[in-house]
């Protein structure tokens, strides 16, 4: 990680923790997903500054060395996007680029929404835009469509799904996630063996090394998950709060781009909407969507060299 400086900045009335590298070109900001933090883009700073950029990385309220409140009430789009507009302006920077995975490209969702002057373009990874539906919130409709297992609903109550993490152990659970390549709506059946623990060894892939996951395992170790859940928590409180943007188009150049193999791209109605005039009505600046043969979720990580350009070929643009 040589050349990426860290330092921690008060945001919003958090503290939270930054990787960056590069100074004087256009910035950069990089948004981690669920289970991950900053070091998720470390193969993306590195070669953004390469190229001149300004590769800012935030560990996510709730997440590794970032100030982590109790209550999932504290963790809305609200409160994450002032987190990110504040940063922006700690760091000097009127306007960014945004690359957003998983979580944190619904984050980049609704930066984008909310504050677009602030967004130069948006490069989002494996979870398109999800227009609000007017009658249904968003973990009922999950719930009617894929049953109590489906893993955001079992992530609701709060502590549960904490207790089942620690049954398994932190690292056990890592290794588990980083290296699920299952296509199709995540399942987590209440009490049943997810395959891991001691004894039952995981192989890695080739872009996930052992000290990768003693970096992750060290973090949320110490930082627990309740942080990175409660996300998952607030989301039918998003939807009360996000009445006012019902209908809205999202107006900033954006690139998506998805494996084959993720499971929200083949979760049913993802396909149709990427593909079938939904997405682009939605997001009228939708510039181009790439879809990658044989790549799973995780697609910063696995396919880094691959996406790094991609990036960056969109960036440039603007």
Sequence with gaps: MEGIEHRTLSVNGIAMHVAEKGRGGPAVLLLHGFPELWYAWRRQIHALASLG????????RGYGDTEAPAPAERYTCHH????????????????VHVVGHDLGALVGWYL????PERVRSYVCLTVPFRPRHPRMKPVESMRALFGDDYYICRFQKPGDIESEIERIGARNMLRKILTERKP???????GEDVGVGPGKPVALP???????????TSKFGKRGFTGGLNYYRAMDLN?????????????VPVKFIVGDLDMTYTSPGVKEY?????????VPLLED?????????????????????HIHDFIKKF
């Design 184 to 190: 199709g709506p995540p399942m987590w059946p209440k």
């Design 53 to 60: 950029y300004r590769a800012v990385a935030p560990d996510l």
């Design 274 to 282: 990427v593909h079938g005039g939904g997405f682009k009505m939605d």
């Design 206 to 216: 080739s872009w996930l090394t052992e000290e990768d996951l003693d970096y992750y």
């Design 239 to 251: 939807w009360e709060l996000t009445a006012p943007w019902t209908g809205v188009q999202v107006k």
């Design 80 to 95: 994450v996007v002032g987190d990110l507009v504040a940063l922006m302006d700690e760091l000097g920077e009127e306007k």
């Design 112 to 115: 984008c929404m909310f504050r």
């Design 289 to 309: 969507v790439v879809v990658m043969e044989g790549a799973g979720h995780f697609i910063n990580q696995e396919r880094a060299a691959e996406i790094n350009s």
